[in-house]
């Protein structure tokens, strides 16, 4: 069975840090590109990393602050946010897409996970 189960969110404090993580099964996730999306309440999901042979893309709102990762002996994707603001708050989604190049949009990936919440708040 071939899925994605996102984990590590939670409630932190602004300036604070999380580690998103996304497990992959049925699937190595080497071969694929990956990517990580967002949605906050009442706006669309947006692209906030990816990975993939054509390189790695960061929002500009999360540019300096996040870094995507893989572990493939765990085949595992990672996303490290740091310095964590208030407007990170939403639910974060990892996608997979089994392409050498791959566009940083929300559109047309393979595979999606269920969702992890984050929410930044004092």
């Known amino acids: 069975q071939l899925q994605l189960v996102e984990s590590g969110g939670g409630l932190v404090q602004p300036g604070g840090s999380l580690r998103l993580s996304c497990a992959a099964s049925g699937f190595s996730l080497d071969l694929y590109a990956v990517g990580w999306f967002r949605q906050a309440p009442g706006k669309e999901r947006e692209a906030v990393s990816c990975?993939?042979?054509?390189?790695?893309y960061y929002a500009d709102s999360v540019k300096g602050r996040f870094t995507i990762s893989r572990d493939n002996a765990k085949n595992t994707v990672y996303l490290q946010m740091n310095s964590l603001k208030p407007e990170d708050t939403a639910v974060y989604y990892c996608a997979a897409d089994l392409t050498q190049f791959r566009l940083c949009v929300i559109y047309n990936w393979d595979y999606w996970g269920q969702g992890t919440q984050v929410t930044v708040s004092s």
């Open positions: 990975s993939s042979d054509g390189g790695s």
